[in-house]
């Protein structure tokens, strides 16, 4: 009786996190929209600063996604997300983008041969 208590009390708290991430995400969304708006009427306009705060915003969606469905695949975007959006931002060494891109194919493999196998065993079929 305990256990159900307590995976009732997690499944409610990741619902809160969720809900207080995604109102944050909401939040940040305006603000970022108007910062963008008032540095392009001020001819300031940034646009790598622009990118990074919309992938942020992005990974941060995906991860209250993540949140919400409980599901390999979602987990795999959010990793997928957030390393292509470090490879965009950050201009680091041609070895940090190379790890990054090896990453990225380590992501999409695992996304390949690991989810798809178990999507056709479930489903009986092909994808």
């Known amino acids: 009786?305990?256990?159900?208590?307590?995976?009732?009390?997690?499944?409610?708290?990741?619902?809160?996190?969720?809900?207080?991430?995604?109102?944050?995400i909401g939040v940040s969304t305006v603000i970022c929209v108007c910062h963008a708006l008032g540095a392009f009427v001020e001819?300031?306009?940034q646009l790598n600063e622009f990118m990074e705060n919309i992938l942020t915003l992005v990974v941060g969606i995906e991860f209250v996604r993540m949140l919400i469905l409980h599901t390999p695949q979602s987990v795999i975007e959010v990793l997928l997300y957030a390393v292509a959006r470090q490879i965009v931002i950050t201009h680091d060494s041609s070895l940090d983008n190379l790890i990054g891109v090896t990453a990225i194919a380590v992501i999409f493999m695992i996304q390949k041969y690991l989810l798809n196998d178990k999507k056709q065993n479930n489903d009986g079929g092909a994808v």
Do not use: D, H, L, T
Request: no cysteine.
């Open 43 to 45: 001819g300031s306009f």
């Open 1 to 24: 009786m305990s256990n159900e208590w307590m995976v009732k009390v997690v499944k409610y708290m990741e619902i809160a996190i969720a809900v207080i991430s995604m109102i944050a």
